[in-house]
């Protein structure tokens, strides 16, 4: 059952998870990546081009399959329009963690008349997460002991003041401080890595995806052009060569031929001979006589035959 009590163990864990994920936010950055990976159109394109591919047989369970792309948003919007939404989704969820946590405390304070923490300036990412944080921290631990304690002096032991506040407290405000901390747990682990609904002005839900989910699909898009073999031409070479072994690079005026086999063949008629191509190994002029008539000798015969 959701709405039993929860125990003063259960309340610390899920407030520390609050922290945790939160803290995770902008751990590497992570936010603002995400936000990067949301603005580059080139990785979302990818991204939506592998949705396709999907369709059809979709791997349910797959984290990253809540929209990578928050392509339901909008399927006709732009990148922007889409990215847009998705961060305000971010941003909304963050403010609703902040609501939460915000409240738990001011009732811990009402309760022990001990002043909490001022809450952060701006209305930035960072600024929530900061101010959640401190709040957590003097729920769990009390006030921090002040800075100019001389060394020396042990430092009170911590101050568990949500507990204290709850075992003062009726059962109705006990109730309403258990659901804010199951509603903080909840918006934060949906922030992070959960599943996130977006409802359009016309009523309709759609799935946004996490910043992990986001960060997540970018890093295997990422990955998999990274193995991707390149472009053909360049890793063939010269078709002439390679027949006997040897590389060289493509002509910019051929798709098949390098400069010297293409020019040979426009001046001759008949491509170069392996011994030709030998030659070019170690001489980079052009073959003597006898190599060319062996050449068209050859091509000759081959016509013939
Ligand atoms: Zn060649």
Not at 41 to 68: K, V
């Amino acid at each position: 059952m959701t709405d039993s009590p929860m125990s003063p163990h259960e309340r610390a864990m899920a407030l520390q998870r609050v922290n945790a994920d939160l803290l995770w936010l902008i751990l590497d950055d992570n936010w603002t990546r995400a936000r990067t990976v949301l603005g580059n159109s080139e990785i979302q394109s990818e991204l939506r081009a592998q949705r396709y591919d999907h369709i059809g047989g979709r791997s349910s369970g797959d984290i990253d399959y809540a929209d990578p792309t928050g392509e339901a948003v909008a399927r006709t919007a732009s990148d922007e329009v889409r990215a847009g939404v998705i961060e305000r989704v971010w941003y909304d969820e963050l403010t609703i963690v902040t609501e939460f946590v915000t409240f738990i405390a001011e009732t811990v304070e009402t309760i022990t008349g001990i002043e909490r923490p001022a809450p952060r300036f701006g209305l930035g990412t960072r600024s929530h997460i900061a101010t959640c944080s401190e709040l957590v921290l003097w729920m769990l631990d009390g006030p921090p002991p002040p800075p100019e304690l001389p060394l020396g002096i042990p430092h009170a032991a911590p101050v568990p003041l949500l507990s204290t506040a709850l075992d003062g407290c009726d059962h109705e405000q006990q109730a309403e401080v258990d659901a804010s901390i199951r509603g903080a747990a909840e918006h934060a682990q949906a922030l992070r890595s959960g599943k996130l609904y977006h409802h359009t002005p016309d009523g309709v839900q759609v799935a946004i995806p996490s910043v992990h989910s986001v960060l997540h699909s970018a890093r295997k898009v990422l990955a998999q052009k990274a193995t991707e073999p390149a472009p053909k031409q360049k890793a063939v070479g010269c078709r002439n060569h390679a027949r006997f072994g040897q590389h060289a690079d493509l002509s910019a005026d051929s798709a098949s031929w390098c400069d010297q086999c293409r020019n040979f063949r426009r001046r001759e008629g008949v491509m170069p001979t392996e011994a030709i191509v030998r030659h070019w190994e170690i001489h980079p002029t052009y073959p003597p006589p006898g190599l060319i008539l062996e050449a068209k000798a050859k091509g000759k015969r081959r016509k013939a035959s």
